[in-house]
């Protein structure tokens, strides 16, 4: 599992990311039509949000307007009295007075529908009053009903409206056959300075109504466009999370895919390539120092990769594979050119969080043939061009040609042919021996699986076990190495060597599974066979899992007496410190360091050290890859416990090495 692992978002997350938002905001209906254009920008709830203030606004102008018609109506009244109009007037006008104040009082008690009635009903009755009292359709307060349907165009229901609109035109049509048939006396129209008043107040009272609405209306207005941007701003951001990184920032496979459609793909695009930058061994990386430091690293490596990038596209992939897509090197020599000048600037040291590390990358490349290629199609092939310059060594680039695609397919054929090995019984189970280096006694020995096919030559185990690790089939192929490797311990304790000890090189992927446990205990139960002669070899990176509980299954089998020892310690990024915490007593030292051991000075002294400091820790060591009788004596000198290697035999069928424990005299070792 590749921990540092930060996927960028896809479309589907894109999706999600809405779905999410629309259901933070409000009800299942929103959530069905957030995806519409519409509903990003102004949601269901802003727009609640948005009537709901006009609504106050409203209340509040009303209330306000009731204040200022009820100081006209004083002054009126006053007007009134002044140019003596006559008592009646006046009483109309108070019962206004009352009639509004009432509506005011509706409105502090949270009725604003029953206000909002009362206020306008109110006004066209006032109106209707004065115009019939007065001087019919002549008389300026006629005017009164189109300000009385501008309220109620604003306040009002659509319906309460229509019935307002049809009670002044009624009105009006009634007013008129007065006139016509003479029901009401409208002859002794005549002027005097209480018209001028009247109007006054009643243009005074609409330029006022009219500006504070339009006041409001800027108001929301300008609410309005706050929430727009609010809304696009997460709009902007959501599209930047779809299509970005958010470890590196960088754009995602997605953006990348959507520039090569808008701008390289069809027949007449530019000619392009692409280029994946694997990062080697990084898991060891994120294994050893942690993800944050991880992470920092692959942010380092970004800013580089974007150093030398120039006019290429750069984006990431995810994990620690990162993609240039180029337009200018198109040809096997400028693509080749791009990866050298990658590959020098990732591998400079690189300092992060008090550790100096130098990384190196693998790299693949692909070129656009013609027209019809995809993006998905282009990537691939540098995907797997990459891959197999990881195969070959790491720091290495591979352009793709058509014969990685048989490679490809041959791997998905060995997943099928090993499947036929499980069933047919191909496997078989080779021992090499593990020397005592002070005595010189055959401690034990390391069971290490084989394959032999029908119709080929033996398959190296490192050539197979990942591709079994890949499928699933380890657990399978696991389980049958550890009965087969305690039946032929058992053997081999009967014929005499009864302190003969057996180690199993276990995968991580037995671990996870959770199934270790019983196998184990399974398997020596069938066979009769005392925990204490097994142990089991598991990979240093299987100790920085903090799932799967590893360090209980490891407390759990020791508590039985099965032994644990830590495999081909130095490989990577070592930790001595964390081997501590686990119940491990045995290190095997990687045998690089075996065989590099006479090339400096410089790893003479590291073998020294990693002894020294796995004594300190009380742990027991075993030194791999011994070739020679010189390595057997440096290592022996160190304080190295026991030795495993060709000085003294290959991994030997087990009738074979049965023969060659009852020859062994330890001479060899006491040679040594
Ligand atoms: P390992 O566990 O580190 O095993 C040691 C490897 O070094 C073996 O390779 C062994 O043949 C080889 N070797 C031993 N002495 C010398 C020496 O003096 N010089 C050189 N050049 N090589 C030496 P082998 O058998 O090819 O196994 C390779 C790896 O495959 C093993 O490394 C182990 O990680 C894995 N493996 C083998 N059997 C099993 C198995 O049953 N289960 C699992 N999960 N992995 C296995
Ligand atoms: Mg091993
Ligand atoms: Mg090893």
New binding site residues.
């Given amino acids: 599992m590749m921990r540092g692992r930060r996927p960028g978002l896809d479309v589907s997350m894109l999706f999600e990311l809405l779905a999410r938002r629309a259901r933070d905001q409000g009800d299942g209906e929103t959530a069905e039509r957030s995806s519409t254009p519409d509903d990003l920008l102004l949601s269901t709830s802003d727009k609640i949000d948005v009537i709901q203030a006009l609504a106050s606004y409203n209340a509040r102008r009303v209330k306000q307007m009731i204040l200022a018609i009820n100081a006209l109506i004083i002054l009126s009244i006053i007007n009134n009295v002044i140019f003596d109009r006559g008592l009646w007037l006046s009483l109309a006008a108070g019962t206004v007075f009352c009639v509004l104040f009432l509506a005011r009082r509706y409105y502090d008690t949270d009725r604003p529908s029953a206000a909002q009635f009362i206020f306008l009903w109110t006004i066209f009755g006032a109106v209707t009053y004065i115009t019939w009292a007065g001087d019919g359709l002549r008389d300026q307060i006629i005017v009164g009903n189109a300000v009385v349907l501008v309220f109620s165009a604003i306040l009002a229901t659509p319906r309460h409206f229509l019935v307002m609109y049809m009670a002044v035109i009624l009105n009006t049509i009634a007013l008129g056959l007065a006139n016509e048939f003479g029901w009401v006396d409208y002859t002794h129209f005549a002027f005097d300075w209480s018209n001028v008043g009247d109007a006054v107040m009643l243009y005074s009272v609409t330029a006022v109504t009219v500006f504070i609405l339009a006041y409001d209306m800027r108001q929301l207005l300008a609410r309005y466009n706050k929430e727009y941007r609010k809304a696009k701003a997460s709009e902007d951001e959501i599209f930047r999370l779809a299509n970005h990184d958010t470890l590196t920032g960088l754009p995602n496979l997605f953006m990348a895919e959507k520039k090569y459609r808008d701008e390289i793909s069809g027949r007449h695009g530019p000619k392009a390539s692409v280029l994946m930058v694997g990062l080697d061994n990084f898991k060891t990386v994120n294994d050893s120092l942690g993800h944050v430091f991880g992470d920092s690293v692959l942010k380092m490596i970004s800013t580089r990769l974007a150093d030398v990038a120039g006019k290429a596209f750069l984006f990431r992939v995810g994990g620690d594979v990162f993609g240039l897509m180029c337009t200018e090197a198109t040809t096997p020599e400028a693509v080749a050119a791009l990866a050298d000048r990658v590959q020098k600037r990732v591998s400079a040291p690189l300092e992060a969080g008090g550790h100096v590390i130098m990384l190196t990358c693998s790299l693949g490349g692909a070129i656009r043939a013609n027209g019809s290629v995809t993006f998905e199609h282009l990537r691939r092939e540098a995907d797997i061009a990459m891959y197999r310059a990881k195969s070959v060594a790491p720091n290495t680039f591979k352009l793709f040609d058509e014969t990685m695609n048989n490679q490809v397919l041959a791997s998905a054929s060995m997943a099928a042919q090993l499947r036929t090995a499980i069933e047919k019984k191909q496997f078989k ?2 021992l ?1 021996p593990k020397i005592d280096l002070e005595s010189g006694k055959i401690r034990g020995a ?5 394959w032999f096919p029908e119709d080929g030559p033996p398959i ?3 050539v197979f ?1 990942p591709v079994a690790e890949d499928t699933g089939m ?1 657990i399978e ?2 389980a049958w ?1 550890i009965q087969e490797a305690c039946r032929q311990c058992k053997e081999i304790q009967s014929l005499g060597h009864t302190d003969f000890a057996i180690a ?4 991580a992927i ?1 671990f996870k599974r959770g199934t270790l446990e019983s196998i184990v205990m399974d398997a020596l139960d069938s066979c009769g066979l005392s925990p204490e002669s097994l142990e089991l ?1 598991l990979t240093e990176s299987l100790l920085l899992e903090d799932e799967y509980d590893i360090k209980g299954q490891i407390s759990r089998l020791a508590a039985q007496g099965i032994s644990f020892s830590v ?2 310690f130095g490989k990577g990024y070592s930790n001595l410190g964390n081997l501590g915490k686990f119940d491990v007593a045995t290190l ?1 030292i ?2 690089s360091f075996t ?1 590099a051991m006479f090339d400096s000075a410089q790893d003479l002294a590291l073998v020294e050290a990693i002894v020294r400091m796995a004594k300190a820790l009380g742990l027991k060591i075993v030194a ?4 020679t009788q010189r390595a057997a004596s440096m290592l022996s000198l160190f304080g190295v416990d026991s030795g ?4 003294w035999s ?2 030997l069928p087990e009738s074979d090495f049965v023969q060659y424990l009852d020859a062994y005299d330890g001479g060899k070792a006491k040679s040594a």
């Fill in positions: 189970l080779f090499q390391e069971a290490l699986l084989r190296r185990p490192d076990i380890i192929i696991g190495v199993v090189n276990i995968s037995q070899e495999d081909d095997k990687d045998q065989f791999e890859g011994v070739e495993q290697g060709y000085y290959k991994p």
